[in-house]
């Protein structure tokens, strides 16, 4: 073993050291006949085991395009939390508007990737250690091994850190953000304060996302360049525990989001169809659909969603704060980021002032005491005093300087005057 199998050999034993066997499950095999299966499905399927027969089910997410959808009418879609599939905003269209492709559509394809020679060696994260740690592995490796790997549940490159970056900060520039979702409030934030929120994606078939809500109470979108996405979708409402179907999972199994899609899943339906009158499955539903090339998936916040890669994928995602949403975002950031929370507090004070008393009077009516109030409120006492102290000095000096300079200056000799 040498060159790329070696390191990501490496890479494999730092992210999970105790799975002996990566390819135990040969999942290598079992996928492309469940692939295959799925491709000859609707292009979206909603579940609901306690609707009647034939009757017309939700479908979800609704497919929009942006060459005809208005940022007014997206809000409206965004205000009633529906999820979405909007077209062609890659290939340049936002708003209703043609504005423009992005570079990406060309550049982030993997025949494209492997040629580039800004990121070809520049190493991307690809997972965590026990420790919290960072994987980074080459671009260049990583891409050898989405090729040629059998693991049962690939690595993944999931990077937030393109910016800033002489080699990759390019990124940043293949891309916009439409403008569905520009109004990000955590942008009043400084980028070192704020939650990692934007991800450059490398995924090889079979890697994915368990399932999972977005932080802080943020809506996420994500832009596929490349490939095919399966995702499944679960109201806000359902608990963790039934939507992860944990108590469906053996001891013996792995639980990776390919597992999840092939047979966790599965069970869930299963269960949720037999126990359909029970209080635990009677607001059951869930959504499936597959995401193609050059499409914008919308996930409104506290949705429950989990993501498969069917073939190797290039995509770029971010998490954002939209206005209309403030309030389910501030009631958890006030809490998991506390110091950003109140940065954000201040920062909203002068830039939105009407967002600010919405968080002051929520605050107030279930009596939040923010950590860092009192704190930051004292450091800004000591700054205004010591700022009014400088100023003090310089109108003292000023003073004096208009006062006594002229008869300082006529009580000097002639040749000094």
Known sequence: MGGWEEKMD????????????????????????????????????????????????????????????????????????????????????????????????????????????????????????????????????????????????????????????????????????????????????????????????????????????????????????????????????LPKKLVKGEKLVRDDEDDEAVHYFMTILPRIKREARSLRSTPKYENFACYEFTQNAGETVYIPHGWWHAVLNLTDTVAVTQNFCSPRRFEEVWLQARKGRKRMAWKWLCRLETEHPELYRRARAMNDADGFVMKYEAQETEKEREERKRKEEKLRRKEQAQWDSDHEGPSRKRDLPFEDQ
């Open 10 to 237: 490496k890479a494999r034993k730092l992210h999970r050291p105790s799975l002996e066997d990566w390819e135990r499950d040969n999942m290598h095999f079992r996928f492309p006949p469940f692939r295959e299966e799925i491709r000859k499905l609707p292009r979206s399927t909603s579940f609901n085991p306690n609707a009647e027969p034939g009757s017309d089910q939700q479908q979800l997410p609704v497919v929009l395009d942006a060459a005809t959808l208005t940022r007014e009418a997206f809000y409206n879609y965004e205000e009633d939390s529906i999820p979405l599939i909007i077209k062609n905003i890659p290939a340049g269209h936002d708003g209703g508007e043609f504005v423009g492709a992005w570079p990406a559509l060309e550049k982030w394809k993997l025949r494209s990737l492997l040629n580039d020679e800004a990121l070809i060696d520049r190493k991307f994260k690809c997972g965590e250690d026990d420790d919290g740690h960072n994987i980074k592995i080459r671009l260049s490796h990583f891409l050898s091994y989405a090729e040629f790997n059998k693991d049962d549940s690939p690595l993944y490159i999931f990077d937030s850190n393109f910016d800033g970056d002489n080699q990759a900060d390019c990124l940043l520039r293949d891309y916009r953000v439409p403008s569905y979702f520009r109004d990000d409030l955590f942008g009043l934030v400084s980028e070192s304060r704020r939650p990692p929120y934007r991800w450059f994606l490398v995924g090889p078939e079979r890697s994915g996302t368990c399932v999972h809500i977005d932080p802080l109470g943020t809506s996420a979108w994500n832009t596929l360049i490349e490939g095919q996405k399966r995702w499944v979708l679960f109201p806000p409402h």
